[in-house]
């Protein structure tokens, strides 16, 4: 079984607590409705949302895949750290054991949020992963990303901090 590990870097001119109430803790509520022609809905199907649960995302008919579930592994809203396993789904081409995300916000000197993410993937067998596989992949989480910020830029009061 082979390993691939990237890291990726965003920065964002949204504070760290809202982007991470919006994007992680709130996301079963959220991304479904601002991307319901992607993201038909999210559903916590273990636990209460934070470490230990199994989180459910089901697709819009009509693209290419179904759903994926995945495990999260650490949530805390103190540090900004968000720790997840995918372990179902058809993303995963059968040639796939896992992959493990680990996302890390982090309060920039401007006010708004560097977003550090690793990724790591979990090949069974031989297989390989090629760089517009992980591309494709990066591409749709960075697009989901992009629609909350410009959704929080849009609505200053959404998922302020009191």
């Known amino acids: 079984m082979g390993v691939i590990t990237f890291t990726d870097e965003q920065t964002s001119s949204i504070p760290p ?3 991470f109430k919006a994007t992680i803790v709130d996301s079963h509520n959220l991304i479904p409705k601002l991307m319901p022609q992607t993201i038909k809905s999210i559903e916590i199907i273990q636990g ?3 470490a230990g649960s199994i ?5 819009a008919q009509g693209g290419n895949f179904s759903y994926m579930k995945h495990y999260i592994d650490e949530l805390n809203e103190k540090t900004y750290t968000y720790k997840y396993t995918l372990i179902e ?4 081409m059968d040639k796939l ?4 995300f680990e996302v890390k916000l982090e309060a920039a000197p ?13 090949a069974k ?4 992963l090629t760089e517009e596989e992980i591309k494709a ?5 960075l697009g989901m990303y992009k629609v909350v910020e410009a959704y929080l830029q849009e609505n200053p009061d959404a998922y302020a901090c009191a």
Not at 55 to 59: A, D, E, M, Y
Not at 112 to 118: A, V
Not at 137 to 141: C, R, S, T, V
């Open 89 to 92: 789904g058809d993303a995963m």
């Open 17 to 19: 607590a809202r982007i």
């Open 55 to 59: 989180k459910q995302i089901n697709f």
């Open 137 to 141: 992949g990066k591409e749709k989480a």
């Open 125 to 128: 067998g031989d297989f390989v």
């Open 48 to 50: 209460d949302g934070g």
């Open 97 to 100: 054991e896992k992959i493990s």
């Open 110 to 122: 401007n006010g708004g949020t560097i977003s550090k993410m690793t990724s790591k993937y979990y």
